[in-house]
């Protein structure tokens, strides 16, 4: 389920109906430490240089597709300005402001009409080649 504040008496008056037992909510970085004498419950430590990487898009396509990508990619049915309001993209701020030169990347503000696998990839990288037309 989605962790959402606004529900969790819901949430807990639901459980309560069927369980009266000991329970916790365990959301993302949730540490569960059990003994013979007790059990706590504590949100993990972690450094605040801590980060989640971004998923190898290689290995997305080499899951979703069984290590052999297709050779055209399904036309977009939406757009993002179908699916966005102009008043959140008005709120974008400009990466230049805060982005070093080397560091910024193009924006897509569609989605690719024209997408090859190679455009999701960043170019063919080794080990997964896009097939041959």
Known sequence: MEFDHELLGEISAGLRMFY?????????????????DR????????????????????????????????????KRKWTVAGNQEKAI?????????????????KWYREFLQDAKIEDLLGGAPVGLQAPKK
């Open 20 to 36: 009266k037992g000991f329970f916790a909510y365990g959301i993302d970085n949730t540490v569960v430490n059990v003994t013979k």
């Open 89 to 105: 993209r008005d709120l974008e701020i400009d990466p230049a402001l805060f982005t070093p030169k080397d560091q910024i990347r």
């Open 39 to 74: 059990i706590w419950i504590r949100e993990a430590a972690l450094s605040d240089f801590a980060g989640v990487a971004r998923q190898n898009p290689q290995w997305v396509i080499q899951n979703m597709y069984d290590n052999t990508p297709p050779t055209v990619l399904q």
